[in-house]
C-alpha cells in the first residue's frame, strides 16, 4: 500500500505568516490528494481535493499544489481559526490513506 | 441540511460484536459512496471502509478485513458497519462519511460530510 508522510508534525506559527505544510506519497498518485482541516474537538472538513481544487467555501488563503509523489498545503496568511491538525488524503486507489497529520498552533 | 448521524457505539469486551448505524438525511443516499473512517482520540484518521453507492463495490483496511462488514439499506437511507472479534486496538471514534461525488467507487474515497461519530470501546 502507498504511504503518506506529512511534515512538519507540529507547526508553531505567528498570526499572519505564511504556513506550508508537505506531504510525500510513497508512490506516484497524480493529483489525487485531498486535504482536510480538524479543529480541536470538531469532525475534519474537506478543504482541498485534486491536488488544487478548493471545497466550496473555504477561504482563499488556502492553497494546495503539486503532483506525483510530493504535494504542499499553504495558509497565506494564518489566523486564529486555523489553529487545527492538517491531514493529507490520497485516493488514486484502495485503500484511501491518511498522512499523520500536522498541529498548527499560534506562537 | 446534509447530515450523517453514527449509533450504536459502546464499551464491549474482546472478541465480542457490534454493529454500527449511519442514519443520511439532506441528500440522495442512493447516489453516494459511504465510508468508515476511525481515529484514536488525539491521534489521526484510519479509513476502515467503503461501500459504492449501489453496492457494487466494498472495500476494507487490512485491519479489519474478515472482521468487519459493511452494508446499506438505500430505502431506509442507512448504512452499517458489523464488527465481530472485536479486539482492543479497534478502541476508537468511529465516524461515517459521505463521498464527495455521485456514483462513484469506494476506491477514490474523497469525504466531504462526516457524521460526530460514535465511539468504540473495546475491554474487558
Known amino acids: 500500500d502507498i504511504q503518506m508522510t506529512q511534515s512538519p508534525s507540529s507547526l508553531p506559527a505567528s498570526v499572519g505568516d505564511r504556513v506550508t505544510i508537505t506531504c510525500r506519497a510513497s508512490?506516484?498518485?497524480?493529483?489525487?490528494l485531498a486535504w482536510y482541516q480538524q479543529k480541536p474537538g470538531k469532525v475534519p472538513k474537506l478543504l482541498i481535493y485534486a491536488a488544487s481544487t478548493l471545497q466550496s467555501g473555504v477561504p482563499s488563503r488556502f492553497s494546495g499544489s503539486g503532483s506525483g509523489t510530493d504535494f504542499t498545503l499553504t495558509i497565506s496568511s494564518l489566523q486564529p481559526e486555523d489553529v487545527a491538525t492538517y491531514y493529507c488524503?490520497?485516493?488514486?486507489?484502495?485503500?484511501?490513506?491518511f498522512g499523520g497529520g500536522t498541529k498548527v498552533e499560534i506562537k | 441540511e446534509v447530515q450523517l448521524v453514527e449509533s450504536g457505539g459502546g464499551l464491549v469486551q474482546p472478541g465480542r460484536s457490534l454493529r454500527l448505524s449511519c442514519a443520511a438525511s439532506g441528500f440522495s443516499f442512493d447516489d453516494y459512496a459511504i465510508h468508515w473512517v476511525r481515529q484514536v482520540p488525539g491521534k489521526g484518521l484510519e479509513w476502515v471502509s467503503g461501500?459504492?453507492?449501489?453496492?457494487?463495490?466494498?472495500g476494507y483496511a487490512d485491519s479489519v478485513k474478515g472482521r468487519f462488514t459493511i452494508s446499506r439499506d438505500n430505502a431506509m437511507n442507512s448504512l452499517y458497519l458489523q464488527m465481530n472479534s472485536l479486539r482492543a486496538e479497534d478502541t476508537a471514534l468511529y465516524y461515517c462519511?459521505?463521498?464527495?461525488?455521485?456514483?462513484?467507487?469506494?476506491?477514490?474515497?474523497?469525504?466531504?460530510?462526516w457524521g460526530q461519530g460514535t465511539m468504540v470501546t473495546v475491554s474487558s
Open positions: 461501500i459504492s453507492w449501489n453496492s457494487g463495490s466494498i
Open positions: 488524503q490520497k485516493y488514486n486507489s484502495a485503500p484511501p490513506t
Open positions: 462519511a459521505k463521498d464527495f461525488q455521485p456514483r462513484r467507487k469506494y476506491d477514490y474515497g474523497v469525504f466531504d460530510i
Open positions: 508512490q506516484d498518485i497524480s493529483y489525487y
